[in-house]
């Protein structure tokens, strides 16, 4: 399995740089984990996003699914003509709020884009060679940290969440934990996200064997981030930058 990070800032993007976006692949399956803004033109440097076989939404915030917009025309007006539908597994509800944006039209064009289906706390969904296990977490009123089952491995997204009970679930025997690591130290407990130092206990108490923290906040310190966290948890540690690449074995 493998994962690339297309999009790795939190809430804006900083210079370069493009919101959540995850992309996951396990021999011909292409799946997205978020798609926010400006994940959709990184995604584009590693696979046609035509290819993709579903795109999962953790939650309602728009930093993990504007991209949805541009996935949304990429479908509809392909030069060979319309492609998809494809997957579009949200939080119940979430589909008809992102249509509330769009004319009759639009909606109808949506509709021949996304087949959308709502995410079921413990449902596991099968998407070609993956597995993916949504988990509530703590966060907005329905988030959900994901759990992705290869045919070797598993990793683990958080999602956004404060670093409680359900995401520790979540992440139990991973492979790979893929942590935001929102709030620089100070802030910890000030908001419902995590701290690089929150997201190593994480990791190193669900036995991860190593982990990846994302949903960075522009202008935070990476250098601290990483440093935090290797203080905690003793296996690799990385700060996602966009394109980076990582093998889950
Ligand atoms: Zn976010
Ligand atoms: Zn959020």
Redesign the pocket.
Known sequence: MKLTEVGSS??YAGPGQACSGHLVQEGDTNVLLDCGNGALANLAHVIDPIELDAVFI????P??FLDVYALWAMLNYAPQGPAGPIDLIVPAGLGDTMKGLLGDRGRSDFDAAFRVRALVPGETIQVGRLAITPHQVE??DA?FALAVQGATSRMCYT??TAATDPVRQAAQGCDLLLAEATLPEEYAGRA??MTARQAAEIARDAGAGQLVLT?IWPTNDRIALARDAKSVFSGPVHVAREMDEFQID
């Open positions: 939190a809430s953790t939650h309602e915030h930093d993990h966060h907005t988030s999602s956004d419902p996200h949903h």
